[in-house]
């Protein structure tokens, strides 16, 4: 028997899980706003001070006139933002993730959110894999803290190719948006021509034991796991959150019923995030068992990626444990 | 230059300093009603909010959100009922809405709500708290310009507000755009919530502070009706930079026992003292949207 199936359609043909190319999301979101650039000269990007490291740089030299340095000033650059998109343009605010939604959240609750503002908030850098700089600059509560926002819609793409028609898509929205990614080269291995289908999960690959529900970089160390799993003969059903607000509720109510459990993976805390997002949902319209993957409560610290996901407890081989206890509590 | 958009309403200062009192008699009265709400700031700017919306701002009351008109932002939210007072006489929305302040589904929220969620015409964005206006402002203004648009921008802001530091991020991004249709008006009363200004936090040298931060300053006083409207005209000229009225206010201006004490800020007037109040501002020609004492 076969434990794994997957849905050609999400993923790209050919994907060598074993050497995948790799790509920065951050570039996926830098080549987006290049081409958002040719054909809408409404949208428009703040600068503040990191755009080589947001990739903003490559708009900033394709149309400078639509480019707004505010400087180290991120309260401000959302205050910009919401004033740009007062005359009629769709901005782009990008910083890095904590700098983006910790340092300026009041500017965020009522200048976007609360008011409703076309302001694409862009957030870089995200998670434990910004490593060696540290706890500071680890941005591990932002999907929580921009989730409970009124009006606000969270997405967190998972690689190059998502991050770009995440962004584009947007756009197509007039609302506020805080969109997730990170600095470091990951896989890429999503279908480019798969639409982006803003609300609606994707289900990568089908299984009945168990749903992992991931998000962004954990998608990837959930295929992993889906490998280790598949010697033990479990089978699991992958769904890809990319949207965390509003939530495909449906898809995990079904994954309930299908597979009577749920594990959680996000590169985030779990209070507050998609591990949150998931449980309130089951809670009230399906209560299943729930495993969550996910930063315990706690702040990282300076060392590589890969030692951090070990040491915190979310690599693929977590994954893969959780899963495995999500199963013996199910009744 | 806007064909399409009306003003002045009024030219002459006495026509528009008794509307300021008229104005003034509104808060009183909206104040009364509600029962909750901020009394000094209002009436300290009730002149300034004259000048702009009866003589000097491009704006069509009757379609608000033309593209012609001038955009005003209202960095200092708690200021409101001086706001709602003025757009309800100049025909934004009914008198008899001004009964609503405060209450509960109604769209003057104590401080300006959003647009899109509460429709007040006139509103363009939420304030409320501190410091946010004068980044919008700039940001409308940077996208004004590159869109072409000859609109200016103004943006109030209180004094005690000052110590916010986004308004200085503000500030150094407007400089360094040069943001020459956009204007900051101080409402510089020297009262906060808790004191005076300079008990709380020293702010002087105030206008030294914006002209180092790139601002073209006027100092003018801001109950001097010929005086503010000749210094919007002029701060409207500046090229190259920014410019950024320092208009010296009392807070709770025409009421004697309001007048510069900060423990006005954030209280309503009761009935005794909002007779008082009524009293020292005479009854004008434009009359009231309603007999408080009357209809108790």
């Known amino acids: ?331 | 230059m806007f064909p399409n958009l009306k003003n002045p309403v009024f030219t002459d200062i006495d026509d528009l300093n008794e509307m300021a009192r008229q104005i003034r008699r509104d808060i009183i009265n909206m104040l009364l009603i509600s029962k909750s709400g901020h009394s000094g700031g209002p009436l300290g700017l009730a002149d300034i909010f004259t000048a702009l919306y009866f003589n000097k701002l491009n704006l069509l009351p009757e379609d608000p959100y033309n593209a012609e008109r001038d955009f005003v932002f209202l960095s200092i939210g708690h200021v409101a009922p001086v706001w709602y007072a003025t757009l309800s006489r100049r025909g934004y929305f009914p008198l008899d809405e001004l009964t609503t302040l405060r209450k509960v589904n109604g769209r003057l929220q104590g401080h300006p709500a959003p647009l899109k969620t509460h429709g007040l015409p006139g509103v363009e964005i939420a304030s409320g708290a501190l410091g946010q206006g004068l980044s919008i402002a700039v940001g409308t203004a940077l996208g004004l310009r590159l869109s072409g648009e000859p609109n200016h921008v103004y943006c109030i802001c209180g004094d005690g507000e000052l110590a916010e530091g986004q308004i200085w991020e503000a500030a150094m991004t407007a400089h360094h755009h040069k943001t020459d249709n956009l204007t900051v008006i101080v409402d510089r009363n020297h009262c906060q919530i808790d004191n005076r200004t300079e008990n709380v936090q020293v702010l002087e040298p105030l206008a030294d502070k914006w002209k180092a931060f790139g601002f073209e300053v006027f100092e003018i006083d801001g109950h001097n009706m010929k005086e503010v409207l000749e210094t919007i005209d002029a701060a409207k000229k500046v090229k190259g930079k920014p410019s950024c009225i320092i208009a010296y206010t009392k807070m709770g201006r025409g009421v004697s026992f309001m007048e510069d004490n900060y423990k006005w800020h954030g209280v309503p007037p009761n009935d005794e003292q909002g007779k008082i109040a009524l009293s020292e501002l005479p009854a004008t020609k434009y009359g009231d949207f309603v007999d408080y004492y009357k209809e108790k």
């Open chain 1, 1 to 331: 028997m076969n434990y794994i199936h997957k849905f050609e359609n999400f993923l790209i043909e050919d994907l060598d899980l074993a050497k995948p190319e790799l790509k920065e999301t951050r570039r996926g979101f830098g080549d987006a706003l290049v081409e958002l650039g040719k054909s809408n000269p409404d949208v428009v990007v703040l600068g503040g001070d990191v755009s080589g490291s947001v990739r903003t740089d490559m708009f900033r030299d394709a149309y400078p006139d639509r480019f707004f340095s505010v400087g180290i000033a991120e309260q401000d650059m959302m205050g910009t933002a919401a004033g740009l998109a007062l005359a009629g343009k769709i901005p782009f605010a990008s910083t890095y993730g904590e700098f983006a939604t910790g340092r300026p959240f009041d500017q965020i609750r009522q200048s976007i959110a609360y008011s409703v503002m076309n302001v694409k908030i862009c957030a870089s850098h995200c998670g434990f894999t910004v490593g060696p700089d540290g706890a500071t600059h680890q941005s591990l509560e932002d999907v929580g803290i921009m989730r409970i926002l009124p009006h606000m819609n969270v997405i967190t793409p998972v690689d190059y190719n998502q991050t770009y028609r995440a962004i584009i898509e947007c756009t197509k929205v007039n609302e506020p948006f805080y969109i997730r990614f990170y600095r470091d080269n990951s896989p890429n291995y999503t279908n480019p021509n798969a639409p982006f289908k803003f609300g609606k999960a994707d289900t990568l690959y089908e299984g009945s034991d168990c749903t992992i529900i991931a998000s962004g970089l954990m998608v990837w160390e959930s295929m992993m796991a889906l490998e280790m799993l598949a010697k033990d003969k479990i089978s699991v059903r992958l769904i890809n959150m990319h949207t965390i607000k509003p939530i495909d509720r449906d898809a995990i109510v079904k994954a309930a019923k299908d597979t009577g459990c749920i594990v959680t993976c996000e590169d985030h805390q779990k209070i507050g995030g998609l591990g949150g997002a998931v449980a309130e949902v089951l809670a009230q319209e399906y209560p299943a068992p729930v495993e969550f993957i996910g930063a315990s409560d706690t702040f990282g610290e300076s060392g590589k990626a890969a030692e951090l996901y070990e040491k915190y407890g979310i690599s693929s081989r977590h994954i893969a444990e959780a899963v495995k206890r999500a199963i013996k509590r199910k009744k």
